[in-house]
């Protein structure tokens, strides 16, 4: 059975810091695009973030670029999500979720997380 | 442009047929695929490759898509198909995801 723990939301200040995990169980890891997807209170879901099987490929929404980062961690199966420089409109559900196979090309999603809630409020 | 529009809402009575758009100029020669979130809860797949149905979704729920469009349909709407419905598909590179505004689904 496939299963997605997202963890690390937290309530955090304007321009500070957080790293979202994500471990995975049921399915070979390596083998799989993962992504973060957010949802804002009461708005719809919003991609953010997406890395290739290996790790060798990622790619960002403009909304994060430059502030988040995706990485993996294929011997621990989990996901990472750093992210820098927090703004009030960061405020959401992160969900983690997997895409059939490893390349990061045309993917979709298969399995998602509960999510994890991040604050961002002084 | 790399946005898929949606209808904010559709109403449909139990057992009669609901169907939600998905627009987009990034749709020709791009599969879409189909999420329904219900209160709470994370996103479910309910149609993939504009067509296909995962297993255990039921056969009310069918998908078409022609040129910029894709559409979801439901047929026989019940009670417990309400909740916020979603296409999405990838850019033009395939590299960045793309979700629709998403649909909220009024069963009554």
């Known amino acids: 059975e496939v299963q997605l723990l997202e963890s690390g939301g937290d309530l955090a200040q304007p321009g500070g810091s957080l790293r979202l995990s994500c471990a995975a169980s049921g399915f070979t890891f390596s083998r799989y695009v993962m992504a973060w997807v957010r949802q804002a209170p009461g708005k719809g879901l919003e991609w953010v973030s997406a890395?290739?099987?290996?790790?060798?490929?990622?790619s960002y929404a403009d909304s994060v670029k430059g502030r988040f980062t995706i990485s993996r961690d294929n011997s621990k199966n989990t996901l990472y999500l750093e992210m820098n420089s927090l703004r009030a409109d960061d405020t959401g559900v992160y969900y983690c979720?997997?895409?059939?196979?490893?390349?990061?090309?045309?993917?979709?999603?298969?399995?998602w997380g509960q999510g994890t809630v991040v604050t961002v409020s002084s | 442009s790399s946005e898929l529009t949606q209808p904010p809402s559709v109403s449909v009575s139990p057992g009669h047929t609901a169907t939600i758009t998905c627009s987009g100029d990034?749709?020709?020669?791009?599969?879409v695929y189909w999420y329904q979130q219900k209160s709470g809860q994370a996103p479910v797949m309910v149609i993939y490759?504009?067509?296909k149905r995962p297993s255990g979704i039921p056969e009310r729920f069918s998908g078409s898509s022609s040129g910029t469009m894709a559409t979801l349909t439901l047929s026989g709407a019940q009670v417990e198909d309400e909740g916020d419905y979603y296409c999405y598909s990838t850019d033009s590179s395939g590299h960045h995801g793309v979700f629709g505004g998403g649909t909220k689904v009024t069963v009554l």
């Open positions: 890395i290739s099987g290996g790790g060798g490929s990622t």
């Open positions: 990034i749709l020709p020669n791009k599969y």
């Open positions: 979720a997997n895409a059939a196979g490893a390349v990061l090309f045309e993917y979709y999603f298969d399995y």
């Open positions: 490759e504009d067509t």
